[in-house]
């Protein structure tokens, strides 16, 4: 069965970091460019950064500088690195597979509920 499982998320204070986790099993993550995507309550869900199996990657405006989302094709894992938490990076962050680094989504992990407190 193919599946995301994020891990990594919490509170944390401002100016304070985060590292997420998304294993995937099953052929998806060698197929796939793969994304965390965010949605904080009352918005839509939004692109956070996405990364191609060579190591592309395209991140948000919002966290460009202070994220950085790497992959480990051996371990079958992808990891968002947040660095300089805001308030307003307070979501929850979902782990997806996706066609290609500016295609949509094709599946998606549970999600990962992150907070950062002022």
């Known amino acids: 069965q193919v599946q995301l499982v994020e891990s990594g998320g919490g509170l944390v204070q401002a100016g304070g970091s985060l590292r997420l986790s998304c294993a995937a099993s099953?052929?998806?993550?060698?197929?796939?460019?793969m994304g965390w995507y965010r949605q904080a309550p009352g918005k839509q869900r939004e692109l956070v950064a996405g990364?191609?199996?060579?190591?592309?990657?395209n991140y948000a405006d919002s966290v460009r500088g202070r994220f950085s989302i790497s992959r480990d094709n051996a371990k079958n894992v992808i990891y968002l690195q947040m660095n300089s938490l805001k308030p307003e990076d307070t979501a929850v962050y979902y782990c997806?597979?996706?066609?290609?680094?500016?295609?949509?989504?094709?599946?998606w992990g549970q999600g990962t509920q992150v907070t950062v407190s002022s």
């Open positions: 990364i191609t199996r060579g190591g592309l990657t």
């Open positions: 997806a597979a996706k066609s290609s680094l500016s295609g949509p989504p094709t599946l």
């Open positions: 099953g052929s998806i993550f060698s197929a796939n460019a």
